[in-house]
């Protein structure tokens, strides 16, 4: 299955600062590449996505890039909000039934 | 907030028993998936339920068994519980089976605790 590495695993910036998340996958033939955020005691929810025909694409403060040559793709967060603070977990998948995430990244804004 | 819920939201059991999840998928929503999320790691894939037939499965034993029923909701089951059982049990659900083509929807989750 896929193999999907994601760095950092904590991240602490001060508020209004960017953020950035990384993510490295195996399978080339990966197209469909989602972000979560999870917020403490509640489930993971999808905050943006990117498909493998596009390079990046943005959703207000967020953003997602995509390179396909190196098998990796970044999630981005501008003007960071305390409120933006939670773990995130990027995914790659194929077409398969079974998503298989990162590890996480924790995510804390300092106000 | 989604329209997935679980019950119940925590419970705790002793080493070898048994134990029963529930999930309520989103209305017009036909799959139903469960994840395991051990503390500090992203969800693991259990199985997942496409009109009410089991439709892939992860690395997990026999003794993890699920349910779908007529409404679409779902049960997951645990036999002989373990230790390392002890996670967060998320269930999400999605208007088909194919997480590349449709969004998935997670609920709250159950924390499960045995000791």
């Known amino acids: 299955g896929e193999n999907v590495e994601q760095h950092p695993s904590t991240l602490s910036v001060q508020e209004g600062d960017s953020a950035v998340i990384k993510c490295t996958y195996s399978?080339?033939?990966?197209?469909?590449f989602p972000w979560y955020k999870q917020e403490l005691g509640k489930g993971p929810q999808l905050i943006i996505d990117i498909r493998s025909n596009v390079g990046e694409k943005k959703d207000q403060r967020i953003a997602v890039t995509l390179n396909k040559t190196a098998k990796h793709f970044s999630l981005h967060i501008t003007e960071t909000q305390p409120e933006d603070s939670a773990v995130y977990f990027c995914?790659?998948?194929?077409?398969?039934?079974?998503?298989?995430f990162g590890k996480g990244t924790k995510l804390s804004v300092i106000p | 907030e989604t329209g997935v819920t679980q019950s119940p939201t925590h419970l705790i059991k002793t080493r070898g028993q048994q134990v029963t999840l529930r999930c309520s998928s989103q209305s017009g929503h036909n799959t139903v998936s469960w994840y395991q999320q051990a503390l500090g790691q992203g969800p693991q894939f259990i199985f997942q339920?496409?009109?009410?037939?089991?439709?892939g499965r992860g690395n997990f034993p026999p003794r993890f068994s699920g349910l779908q029923f007529p409404n679409y909701s779902s049960e997951l089951n645990v036999n002989a519980l373990e230790l390392d059982d002890s996670a967060l049990y998320l269930c999400a659900s999605s208007s088909n089976p194919k997480p590349t083509s449709v969004t998935q929807y997670f609920g709250p989750g159950t924390r499960l605790t045995v000791l």
């Open positions: 399978d080339s033939a990966s197209n469909y």
């Open positions: 339920y496409y009109r009410e037939e089991e439709n």
């Open positions: 995914w790659a998948g194929a077409g398969s039934y079974q998503l298989t």
